[in-house]
Every structure is written in C-alpha cells, then in structure tokens.
C-alpha cells in the first residue's frame, strides 16, 4: 500500500540490530568466508591483479626457497585480508531510511533521501554509494503470462525497452565520511516517466573502502510505494453562454470568490493583498487573508467517464487524464469545483485540499473500462455538468450544457 507523506519509516541496514554479539576474529573470520545472506565481497580488477601477482609470487618462493619472496607473498596476503577485515567493519553499525516526500507529478523531477546514521563508537565510515531504481507498478489485472520461445528477437526488444523506460535507475555516493554517532543524508534526483503507482527501491549499498581491491555490496529490501499524479498540460478555455452567475445564488460553506466571509487563514504564496485583513492581522502578529464562501451558481460538477469503446487510444486517453486532472485543480483554486465523479463511483464534494488529493489519486490510477453509464445515471448535480469527449484522433474537448468549454 503507498505510505503518506508523514508515514514514519523503519531503519535499515548493518546498524539496526540492537544486542550487539561479542566480537571474536573467529566469527569474523567465519563472515568473511560465508557473509549473510543478501552480502557479496567480490574482488575488483586491481584486486583480480594482486591475486593473480600473489599465485606468481607464490610459485616463485616455493620454487626458489627465497626469504625475500616469502616476505613479499606474506604482504600481498596481508592487504586482502587486511582489504576485507576493513570493508566489514567499514559498514558495521551503518543504518539506513528511505524517505519519499509526495506529491509526485509525471515528468517533474521528484527527490528520494536517504538517511543515515552510523551508530559505531569509534570508527568511521568511508566511502559508500548507494544504487536506487525507481519503477512503475501496473496493475495486474488483463495482463497474462506468455511465452517467449516463439516470440520473434524484434519484439523482445520492443518489450525490454518499454520496460527500460518505465525504470529510472540511479547512483548516489555518500560525499566525506559519516562520523561515529553521526547522522547524514544523501538525496537522488530522479522523474517519473508516467502516472500511477511507483515503486522506489534502495538496491544495494556498495563499498570500495579501503584499498580498492574488494568490493562488498549489501543488498537491502528497503521498499517505499506511492502514488505518481498525471501531468499538467496546456489547454485553452473557450466562452459558454450557458453558465451565469445569479445575483441571489445559493451560498456554500466552501472556499471560493463569492462575497459572504468564510473564514481567516495565514496569508500563503500568491494570494492577492486585497484580501489581507489587516485589523486581525495586527491582532495576531501575523498575516491573515479573507476566505470567502462560493457560490453555487458559478460553480462545475466534473464528470470524467473512461469508456474503452470511446477512448480507443492510449496516448489520447493519457491526454484526457492530464486535462482532466489540470482543469481540477485550477476550478479548485478558483473555488468553482463542486464535486467530481469517476465513472459509476460516488461523487466527491470538493470542499477540502484532502478532497483535491483524493481526486488526483482516482486520476493517477484510472484505467479504461469495458462499460459506461448514461448521462442520465451520472452525479445528481446537473447544473453546469462538465464532461469530455474526444476531440478529433488526438485532441479531447469538455463540455459544459452541451457547449465546448475548454480542450486540449
């Protein structure tokens, strides 16, 4: 299930264990031979090198019985394992939390940190990167498994691109060293290339650390779901007769542009000054804007039907719910949005942002279906109905009383 913006996650990693086990080289020994399970220390080429030099220099003592051969042999042996000793204490007492801040927007670059403490007494810890993939989860339903013995090269191919582009992949180095007892924080950039629900996952930690001639990486089950909103687009409004405003219209208890207060809020970004109530203001210390209530008359009740018959196109259909989900949140704003409904689902009066929220989520999940309902079985607001329709072979056009407000 996605996680909320203030969902608090566990840690993970090395660090999390809270009874720490006596240290003996035995079991450090026994670690190194056969690490746990999702643990892997394999040699790099400078390491493939000193290796390979060692059996060299190895054969050569044995065969020439010379000290000074011994000696050098007992070095390159030495720096493995003083190589591998290192990088397993490097990453010992190392935890690790993924955090995820939504909203996220399809084609809008999204930041995931990752945080980190080192719980160590002594030690610090050196050089690590950390390897993150970021993919879309589609839903299962009218998929099936087929085989790929028969399947031609070409759409293999086709197949795997598509699923390389529906995965971002990144790579992020801790900057310095993380101190004993300290904390830090390392964050990857990366944009979802669609909407609907997204899986970002910390793949490995990885380390280099000492010497460079074993690399340990650490496979982690470090998971966070969420939820990826369509994308704005563009669109433009065209003029409808049909929708006045009644001088002695019906007033809600909603935010909007009417003339009755509602309520005082603190000022945000973007609000007009003309609305600062400077009175209360003074009073509290802080800046404070009138919210008035809306009228009924001057609002929309959306209706957004996903018909598979009508909406046979899917970048046509992805355009639709791109336009749908921007003109929600401008009528919103505008304090012009009453309610919205998906389909045969139960409407959703917009009164709060957490109704805004749930309507961008139904967006970002919304998926063609087989059957759709008349207009005559839709919201029961029929007073400036907004519904869309498709608007040549790429465009889609909304219709309020049968006129074209706005397309796209």
């Not at 980190?116 to 099936?144: C, E, H, M």
């Amino acid at each position: 299930m996605p996680e909320g913006p203030h969902t608090e996650t566990p840690w993970s990693g090395p660090g999390t264990r809270q009874v720490w086990r006596a240290f003996t080289w035995s079991g450090l020994l026994w670690s190194m031979i056969y690490p746990q399970r999702g643990q892997r220390i394999l040699p790099t080429l400078p390491g493939v090198v000193l290796i390979g030099l060692s059996f060299a220099v190895g054969t050569a003592a044995y065969n020439s019985s010379s000290n000074i051969l011994f000696i050098t042999l007992s070095l390159l042996l030495a720096c493995l394992i003083l190589s591998g000793v290192l990088s397993s204490m490097n990453l010992r007492g190392v935890r690790w939390r993924l955090q995820l801040a939504p909203p996220l927007r399809a084609g809008h670059e999204a930041v995931a940190a990752l945080e980190l403490r080192n719980r160590k007494r002594f030690l610090p810890t050196y050089g690590l990167w950390f390897d993150f993939a970021a993919r879309s989860v589609d839903p299962i339903a009218g998929q099936r498994a087929e085989m790929t013995l028969s399947a031609r090269s070409a759409d293999i191919r086709a197949a795997l691109a598509k699923a390389d582009l529906a995965e971002n992949r990144g790579q992020v180095a801790l900057i310095g060293r993380l101190d004993p007892g300290g904390e830090s924080r390392v964050e990857w950039v990366f944009k979802p290339a669609r909407r609907g629900r997204l899986r970002l996952e910390l793949v490995s930690v990885g380390s280099l650390f000492p010497f460079g001639f074993l690399r340990k990486d650490i496979g982690t089950e470090l998971i966070r779901e969420t939820i990826v909103w369509p994308a704005p687009v563009e669109y433009r409004r065209h003029p409808v007769a049909t929708l006045r405003r009644s001088a002695g219209g019906q007033r809600m208890a909603r935010a909007g542009s009417g003339g009755d207060l509602l309520a005082l809020r603190r000022y945000a970004t973007g609000d007009s000054h003309r609305l600062i109530h400077w009175k209360a203001s003074a009073r509290t210390g802080n800046l404070l804007v009138r919210q008035f209530a809306a009228e009924s008359a001057e609002g929309y009740s959306l209706w957004l039907r996903t018909d598979a018959g009508v909406w046979t196109q899917a970048e046509q259909f992805e355009l639709l719910i791109s336009f749908v989900a921007t003109l929600v949140e401008d009528l919103f704003r505008a304090g012009r949005l009453l309610q919205f409904a998906l389909d045969a689902a139960p409407p959703v009066v917009m009164r709060r942002v957490h109704d805004l929220e749930l309507v961008l989520d139904q967006l970002a999940l919304a998926r063609p279906v087989g059957t759709v309902l008349a207009v005559s079985e839709g919201p029961a607001t029929k007073q400036s109905l907004m519904t869309f329709a498709p608007e040549g072979t790429r465009g889609v056009a909304a219709f309020v009383d049968g006129q074209k407000a706005a397309s796209a």
